[in-house]
């Protein structure tokens, strides 16, 4: 064990991670050393004998943990990008623990009697320190020994449930797969599809992780289609349980902190800050929202020539695409090759906006061989970062897509970025990977992120890149995705990928005016997951749901948005956002899509207003908001960008929703 590599910084270009050389063997020790080292210089720092400095005492804590930081690092991606076994009992085991070492280190009264000492003249210091005090109070920092004891035991368990809910998550992807013996019922999806999911004669169709499965808009048979939907909406039947007990936790927690509701103390450090201005915005829109979906289960239904039912959603709305728009989604797939949307649509964007460029680096590896690591520059040429793709699904990788640091950039450690995206991309058993629409569109979001943690130019890594508030972190990235649809980038990389003609422009023309339908599905499916997010957050202490289904049904009814046609795009028991992934997640925060919507269309709207794709507006946008990370305020630097305070309309109107 005298090899582990966490137990010294990379020595690999921008300490990319050394995944070549990591087993599974090395990180319990790495963790177990990295919180035990951490643990002492955080004592060193609270019983430090002269007066508490922002040098001896903030900064003194932003350099502390680099193993546990590394280790925790790694592993988490490697936890949601390729969890095997192995790592499943290696996060049964220390997620605990690591919840248990985080509140060490907050409720360490010598150490938060120090940060209150602290004082500061410098803005991104001050800034700074108002977070840790901030972190500290919300850990629970200022309450009484057996307050404090009993958080530590919700924390503990709210952390056992979230990995359990995730690995019952996990299992279920494959366990309640579709399994089909006569292909004949497949009929619908393309030749290289099937050939994907076929093994020894049957055929296996995996559940990825939202409601509506992909193939329901293919699938010509009516009976598969009801089989997919039901196996989706019910899958990992014990994670309702397991919900039910987190949102009670959750709760209890809450009022131990002063709070009424776990909604109430989620959004008390986000921009949205109290949950009266959440549910205005969110009660603006369900009513247009689930008028518009009504209107088009009509149009479906006339289509179908009998009432529909939610697992012919996506099969007729296909069908009205084509007859209406006389437009085909899978017409655009040969058109849409992974490598030409990255290098040629999502690089190519970011090349004209920023002056940024890439270079291969096959040299380096990621932790599987379908990871690919580039280079980027900035303008003048000087490294800014590594960008680290991890495109394809398979069996140990979560769902969704994601982005996620490696390294974060900050100058207190001369330390560049090494950002990396996740997709759930089908590999297909041979030639190239052709995407879906909503796949590029994807592929753009997520490298939105990225640019935020490329282009973070800051001090501290606490603030660095992406670490800003919950409910503001999904603009940048949504903003990104207006230049896939941009048209000199879709004319760069929207090219057949056997004669390399250009995507013909009235099948784009069709695709726009297509675009507008369906727009009530997909914002009612979003407003009603949110809704019920918020719902199990709502609860108070002692309110005890017993029937989680149940609780589900009455709270969309209560929101207005119960429509037997179209489910949340998660249900309770597959809502990985709000009860896996640790304490937090996204709990009482799925709102947080819409919410940053708002800034997103209003963004859109401004480079649209001056000139679209063009460096000037590039520029402005990363000084303005990109760079600054989390290193002030959200809602100043969305000002700084726009010049003043956001307007809902842009987004009403984009979502079909004014009246
Ligand atoms: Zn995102």
Redesign the pocket.
């Known amino acids: 064990m005298t090899e582990n590599p966490f137990f010294a910084p990379s020595t690999l270009p921008y300490k990319l991670p050394p995944f070549a050389e990591i087993r599974e063997e090395h990180y319990l020790p790495a963790f177990e050393r990295g919180m035990a080292d951490q643990l002492r210089e955080v004592e060193e720092i609270a019983s430090e004998p002269g007066p508490a400095t922002f040098a001896n005492t903030v900064e003194a804590l932003e350099r502390s943990g680099q193993i546990l930081k590394l280790t925790a690092t790694v592993f988490m991606s490697i936890a949601s990008s390729d969890a095997t076994d192995g790592i499943r009992e290696i996060e049964t085991e220390i997620f605990p623990r690591l919840t248990q070492h985080g509140d060490s280190i907050h409720l360490n009264r010598a150490l938060y009697a120090r940060i209150k000492q602290v004082t500061t003249e410098n803005p991104e210091e001050a800034w700074l320190l108002e977070k840790y005090r901030v972190d500290f109070v919300r850990a629970g920092a200022d309450l009484s020994e057996a307050d404090q004891g009993r958080l530590r035991e919700l924390n503990e368990e709210l952390t056992r449930l979230a990995t359990t809910f995730s690995q019952n998550l996990l299992t279920a992807s494959t366990a309640s797969a579709l399994v089909v013996e006569d292909v004949k019922q497949l009929d619908g999806l393309s030749e290289s599809a099937i050939k994907a999911i076929e093994k020894d004669g049957t055929y296996v169709l995996p559940l990825l992780n939202f409601t509506n499965q992909p193939a329901l808009a293919e699938l010509t048979d009516r009976e598969t289609r009801r089989k997919l939907y039901e196996l989706s909406v019910g899958r990992a039947p014990e994670n309702f349980g397991l919900a039910a007990r987190m949102a009670a936790l959750r709760a209890d927690r809450a009022a131990l902190l002063g709070y009424p509701n776990h909604a109430a103390y989620s959004v008390a450090d986000q921009t949205a800050k109290t949950t009266d201005a959440v549910e205005e915005m969110l009660g603006k829109l369900v009513g247009p929202a689930v008028a518009n979906a009504r209107r088009e289960a009509e149009a479906l239904g006339e289509q179908a020539g009998f009432p529909i039912e939610p697992w012919d959603w996506s099969f007729y709305a296909e069908k009205v695409r084509k007859a209406r728009y006389d437009f085909d989604g899978a017409e655009l797939r040969p058109y849409f090759e992974l490598d030409r949307v990255l290098r040629d649509g999502v690089f190519h964007a970011a090349g004209e906006l920023y002056g940024i460029t890439f270079a291969d680096r096959d040299d380096l590896a990621g932790y599987h061989p379908d990871v690919r690591v580039f280079e980027v520059f900035d303008a003048d040429g000087s490294q800014l970062g590594l960008f680290v793709f991890d495109p394809y699904a398979r069996p140990t990788k979560r769902g969704g897509a994601?982005?996620n640091n490696l390294v974060d950039q900050s100058h207190l450690f001369g330390e560049l970025p090494v950002v990396m995206n996740n997709l759930n991309i089908t590999k297909p058993a041979e030639g190239p990977t052709l995407l879906t629409f909503d796949e590029v569109n994807t592929a753009f979001?997520?490298f939105g992120?990225a640019l935020h943690g490329l282009f973070s130019d800051v001090r501290f890594p606490r603030v660095s890149g992406t670490a800003v508030p919950r409910d503001f972190v999904?603009y940048p990235?949504q903003v990104n995705e207006m230049w896939a649809t941009w048209p000199s980038v879709l004319a760069n990389f929207a090219k057949h990928h056997e004669t390399g003609e250009p995507v013909p422009a009235e099948l784009l023309e069709k695709m726009r005016a297509a675009e507008r339908f369906n727009q009530g599905f997909g914002t009612v499916e979003y407003l009603a997951a949110a809704l019920l997010d918020w719902a199990w957050h709502k609860l108070v202490p002692g309110e005890v749901v017993e029937d989680a289904e149940a609780f589900e049904d009455a709270a969309l009814e209560r929101a207005g948005i119960a429509f037997r046609l179209v489910r949340p795009r998660y249900r309770t028991n597959y809502f990985a956002h709000v009860f896996s992934g640790g304490v937090g997640g996204y709990s009482a925060g799925y709102y947080s899509y819409i919410w940053s919507e708002v800034l997103d269309a209003e963004s859109v709207d401004w480079f649209k207003e001056n000139g679209g794709l063009k460096r000037e507006n590039g520029d402005h946008f990363r000084s303005a908001l990109l760079s600054v990370g989390g290193s002030m305020d959200a809602m100043s630097a969305f000002r700084d960008f726009r010049g003043r305070d956001p307007r809902i309309e842009p987004l009403l109107e984009r979502r079909g929703l004014l009246t």
Do not use: D, L
């Open positions: 994601w982005m979001h997520e992120h999904e990235s």
